[in-house]
């Protein structure tokens, strides 16, 4: 063998024994007729003494190595004297004295600093991904994702759940987005698509008796990236047959909570995980992922807002939108620039602006020199009151207003809402609050395409006590549908999936989905359901969001291994790139715009 330990793992209990280490340079120090090397493998470092009498030959090699040369070090375990250990490493009890240095390969000066976790430009840091690996920060990332899957795999073996793949070459369906299409060369003119989840395989195997599947999946979406999506993923696959949603939510909230005491036991977990209806979460979040590590919960003030004398507010809820209110503790005392800030963060979302009033004193019984709003004479000191007192505004507190249609006025103040946590320090790092959202509308009315559209995707399970609304009021129709989330994050979704031919078929309809074209593209689930499909349910959750979360990052890319760009370049290989003529005639395939791929 090239090693008999790793470099991280030798400790004052191996003093005296003679030891093989093999791995990069992470720092040389010369020190006259002493040179010292830390050696760095996957285990860890430990530093290597170089003396000219022990071994003249060994000296002079390690005079010409460099950081990242890969060596091969003979020598002796000893204790360091008590002046000389490192508390700041696990090997800083302990040297090893080299008798013989060999220099398997050598290296180029690197493009960044390895031996520090100092900022690196994301983009270069991607172009020698084989390099940025190799830092500690990210194998504790590969090491903790590696964990993440093993603790997965034993959890759903000892739940009695099966692991079966399912293919990755597939048929287009549509999944809410874009497929990646793969073309086949022996059916020219025909494609495959890669999966944007194992869907349909899984109901499948619920018919074929599997009862309990489960799969780390990888899958493919072509959507818009942002910091905690990639266009393709690894998620935790799983279905059920016979079961019910409190038996997936329990078996959910067994494995969060398992996986973060065995990877992050130092972060606390509060249990029971919360459960939050889709309406309930919206109206007291304004979003179905909210943070729940803090409360700032939102107040709607329509009712008050549609009476009162200011225009702005009143032909909003005339034209069927919505007024309503944030509060920010102590946000009376902000300056005005500071409370235009607020405004200028609403503009970035959607929102013509923001309505300030800022209680010096008690709502209820304010005067108008208690209150500061660039409308106050519009609104009038009553109206003023009404809305502090119903935001559960106190003295010295700041209210927040944001007015119009119902769907942006959320997603402005679940935006303010955030900021404001931020501001306030109410974000606990320590804390992974989860919780389950449930009871989502079946569909949702696209305005552009005057069609219904599956919320979640067109093979989840309405309510049952709403399936008569489906052919009259469908947007009524609650789904069998749930979601994991944590501090602000969606982890995952699942439902109750549809088993019944006749419900599938009625749902296809509602969807603008022809019977011909159900039958075409869906034709072996529906015949499926024909022999025997058993009621079932599933989730999926995405392991890389997962790890981001236990890693302690924002950045998804920092837990993949060989992650996409924000514009899903590949800088290290050149992915996506064009192919040979030759190539495209064997497909069948004709370019007619060749543009060069964005790497940013």
């Known amino acids: 063998m090239l090693k008999t330990h790793g470099c991280g793992t030798l400790r004052a209990a191996h003093a005296g024994e003679s030891v093989t280490l093999a791995g990069w340079v992470h720092r040389r120090r010369d020190h006259g007729q002493l040179i010292f090397i830390d050696l760095r493998d996957r285990d860890g470092l430990v530093q290597v003494v170089i003396r000219p009498d022990d071994n003249p030959d060994a000296y002079e090699i390690a005079n010409t190595v460099r950081g990242e040369f890969v060596l091969r070090i003979e020598g002796n375990v000893i204790e360091r004297s008590e002046a000389t250990r490192n508390p700041n490493i696990p090997t800083g009890d302990i040297e090893v004295v080299a008798t013989s240095v060999e220099i398997l390969n050598a290296a180029k000066t690197p493009p960044f600093a390895i031996a520090e976790d100092e900022d690196v430009n994301e983009l270069v840091r991607m172009q020698y991904r084989y390099i940025d690996l190799r830092r500690p920060s990210m194998i504790s990332a590969l090491e903790l994702r590696h964990r993440l899957n ?109 996986l973060a005491a065995a990877l992050r036991p130092d972060l606390t977990v509060p249990r029971p995980f919360p459960r939050l209806t889709w309406h309930e979460a919206m109206e007291r979040y304004g979003s179905d992922k909210p943070d729940l590590r803090y409360g700032l919960e939102l ?163 309405p309510q049952s006590e709403d399936a008569h609304l489906l052919d009259s009021e469908p947007g009524q129709v609650r789904a069998r549908a749930y979601d994991t989330i944590c501090n602000g ?81 590949d800088p290290m290989t050149g992915a996506p790139m064009s192919i040979t003529d030759e190539q495209l005639d064997e497909l069948h395939l004709s370019v007619t715009q060749a543009v060069e791929p964005v790497v940013q």
């Not at 990888?218 to 998620?235: N, Y």
């Not at 015949?527 to 995405?542: T, W």
């Open 489 to 569: 994050f969606e982890l995952g979704s699942g439902s109750i999936r549809i088993h019944e031919r006749e419900l599938q078929m009625q749902v296809f309809e509602l969807l603008g989905v022809e019977a011909e074209e159900a039958q075409q593209r869906f034709g072996h689930m529906l015949n499926a359901f024909e022999y025997g499909a058993p009621p079932h349910g599933g989730f999926a959750f995405g392991i890389d969001r997962v790890a981001m979360l236990l890693a302690g990052t924002e950045n998804i890319r920092e837990v993949i291994a060989f992650p996409k760009t924000m514009s899903a370049s």
């Open 150 to 258: 093993q603790f997965i795999r034993d959890f759903m073996t000892e739940q009695e759940f099966l692991e079966v793949e399912t293919p990755i070459l597939v048929a287009a369906t549509p999944e809410g987005a874009r497929d990646y299409v793969v073309p086949s060369r022996l059916t020219p003119g025909a494609f495959y698509a890669l999966p944007q989840a194992p869907q349909q395989f899984k109901q499948l195997l619920m018919v074929a008796g599997v009862e309990r599947y489960f799969q780390i999946a990888r899958c493919f979406r072509d959507e818009d990236l942002r910091a905690d999506r990639q266009p393709e993923f690894v998620q935790l696959d799983l279905e059920w047959s016979f079961c019910e949603e409190e038996d997936i939510l329990g078996l959910l909230e067994e494995l969060f909570a398992g």
């Open 299 to 461: 107040s709607d003030c329509s009712d008050i807002a549609a009476s009162s004398g200011f225009g702005v507010f009143s032909s909003t809820i005339a034209n069927g939108g919505r007024v309503r209110g944030i509060v920010m503790p102590g946000g009376a005392s902000l300056s005005r620039r500071e409370v235009d800030a607020f405004t200028n963060l609403a503009k970035t979302m959607g929102a013509p602006g923001l309505v300030s009033l800022q209680f010096s004193a008690d709502p209820a019984s304010a005067t108008e020199d208690d209150v500061r709003s660039p409308v106050l004479r519009h609104l009038g000191i009553e109206d003023a009151r009404k809305i502090g007192e119903r935001c559960g505004a106190s003295a010295g507190d700041l209210v927040l207003l944001a007015a119009g249609e119902s769907g942006m006025v959320s997603t402005v103040l679940d935006g303010i809402r955030r900021e404001l946590a931020r501001q306030l320090e109410l974000v606990d790092d320590s804390v992974l609050n989860f919780g389950f959202v449930t009871d989502f509308p079946l569909v949702e009315w696209d305005e552009d395409g005057q069609r219904w559209n599956a919320l979640h995707h067109p093979f989840t399970a």
